[in-house]
C-alpha cells in the first residue's frame, strides 16, 4: 500500500469516526432516532465490509464495551444523560459496535502498510 492510499484511507476513517461521534453528540436527547440512526448504520457497515470476523469483532465490541461502561457507571465513574438498561442507553452498544470496527480498520491498515 502507497503512503498516499494510507492517509486517504486513513483521512476516511476520521471522517467516519467523527461523523458517528457528531451523531450522537446531536442525537442525545433523542434515544429513539440514535438507536435507530446507529443500528442501521452498523448494518450499512457491516453490509459493506461482509466479513465474518467483522462481525464477530463488533458483536464482541458491542458488549465487552457497554460491559465496561456499566461497571464504570455501578462504581460512580461517571453517568449517563438518559440511561435505559443497567444505567447506559440502548444506543452504547451500537455506539461500541461501529467505533470498535472504525479503529480496527485503521489499525489494520496501519500495521498492513
Known amino acids: 500500500m502507497r503512503i498516499k492510499t494510507l492517509i486517504l484511507d486513513l483521512t476516511l476513517d476520521l471522517i ?4 458517528v461521534l ?4 446531536l ?3 433523542e434515544p429513539l ?3 435507530l440512526g ?3 448504520w452498523s ?4 453490509w459493506i465490509m461482509e466479513n465474518k470476523k467483522n462481525i464477530y469483532f463488533y458483536l464482541m465490541m458491542a458488549v465487552l464495551g457497554p460491559l465496561a461502561e456499566i461497571v464504570c457507571v455501578y462504581m460512580g465513574v461517571w453517568s449517563f444523560y438518559n440511561p435505559d438498561f443497567l444505567g447506559i ?3 452504547l452498544p451500537f455506539f461500541w459496535g461501529i467505533i470498535g ?4 480498520d485503521a489499525y489494520y491498515k496501519i500495521i498492513n502498510y
Open 101 to 104: 470496527l472504525c479503529l480496527g
Open 43 to 46: 448494518i450499512g457497515l457491516l
Open 89 to 91: 442507553p440502548y444506543w
Open 33 to 35: 432516532t440514535l438507536s
Open 38 to 40: 446507529l443500528s442501521v
Open 22 to 25: 457528531f451523531f450522537v453528540v
Open 16 to 19: 467516519f469516526f467523527s461523523s
Open 27 to 29: 442525537s442525545q436527547k
